[in-house]
């Protein structure tokens, strides 16, 4: 099997606001400094010039926004992430931005086309009067299409959400789990659960969440979905408290039903539903860091577009801000 997330150590992103040009040096000494953990020097040099231009394009182009660093994969197999979210008049023509020579000014390299060429994965969503998403990975191209945001409540040090994705021969197993409340006493929680899905992650989701329900019980609990998808199009699902499960095509959108009651609370037995997912389809679990009331159908445009942009798009438009957020995609 293998585990496409790092599930221990610093799963949560780093989140920078980039609202003064002096936070565009806080960025990339922050996002540097993670690549040396992971990356030789090279590779951290090359992040080191994505972060400046994409920090430099928020501040130039789009008045500010955010920047998000995370490291995914396993310790074998590194991949480091960068998003960068505005809300901004977004592009016109995509395209020239992307030519060398239209930069933001004032940095080494030549604007967006230089970062595409750096990574080892970009894309990047923009459209007049939506803004624009642009990721950019380095490091390791994962064989699964997935996207992933995990940030603690503002002002909090720990994330009280973690998730987990694991491929295994016959499918693929999704974890999504929220620690009751914030901070490290949350953390420790979701960590318990994430543990928990580890030891089988392929396993029947029902089983999962009586295990995790049973690790967490020496914690303060939270709630959990699990979701194991065969590569023939059967997803099997089980949820316990406020984790939502979607599955969205540029045609429909399917909730996936989750129960009331609390992990690590006594509970009399969880049900697991079974759904097809259809060709193309993405599978969307997320926290309740995110309102419910998103629908990316009529989405086309969005939809064609990586699974990390959808995850960030989803994040911008419907983050509570009171709360830690989580939300992950899986095309």
């Not at 020097?41 to 080191?48: D, I, N, P, R, T």
């Not at 994505?50 to 310790?75: D, K, P, W, Y």
């Not at 009331?260 to 060709?279: A, S």
């Not at 159908?297 to 969005?302: C, E, F, I, N, P």
Request: aromatic letters at 4%; one cysteine or more.
């Amino acid at each position: 099997m293998d585990a496409v997330v790092k599930t221990g150590g610093y799963n949560a992103q780093q989140r920078h606001v980039v609202d003064d040009d002096s936070k565009v040096g806080e960025a990339r000494r922050a996002a540097q400094n993670l690549a040396n953990f992971d990356f030789d020097l090279e590779m951290a040099g090359k992040v080191s010039i994505a972060v400046t231009e994409l920090a430099n394009n928020l501040m130039r182009h789009a008045g500010g926004g955010e920047l998000l660093v995370q490291v995914l994969g396993s310790e074998e197999s590194p991949t480091l992430e960068l998003l960068a979210i505005d809300r901004g008049p977004g592009m016109s023509d995509i395209g020239r931005c992307m030519t060398d020579g239209y930069s933001t000014g004032g940095t080494t390299g030549n604007g967006l086309g230089a970062v595409r060429r750096l990574a080892s994965d970009f894309d990047i969503f923009s459209a007049p009067g939506q803004g624009t998403i642009v990721m950019a990975r380095f490091g390791a191209k994962p064989k699964l299409r997935y996207g992933a945001i995990n940030l603690c409540l503002p002002g909090e040090i720990e994330c009280g959400d973690a998730w987990s994705l694991v491929e295994g021969p016959d499918g693929i197993g999704m974890f999504v789990v929220d620690g009751l409340g914030h901070g490290a006493p949350a953390a420790e929680a979701a960590q318990a659960g994430i543990e928990a899905f580890m030891v089988d992650p392929l396993a029947q989701p029902q089983d999962i969440l009586l295990r995790a329900s049973a690790t967490m019980s020496k914690t303060r609990g939270g709630a959990a979905a699990c979701a194991r998808i065969t590569h023939d199009g059967a997803v099997s699902y089980a949820g316990i408290g406020n984790i939502s499960g979607t599955l969205v095509s540029e045609t429909a959108s399917q909730g996936l039903a989750s129960h009331n009651g609390t992990l690590g609370m006594p509970l009399r037995r969880i049900h697991q539903l079974e759904y097809r997912r259809e060709p193309g389809s993405l599978v969307v679990m997320h926290s309740d860091g995110l309102t419910t009331r998103w629908t990316l159908k009529d989405r086309a445009d969005l939809l064609a577009h990586h699974p990390a942009i959808v995850a960030a798009m989803l994040y911008r438009d419907q983050s509570r801000n009171r709360d830690d957020a989580t939300v992950v995609v899986l095309a």
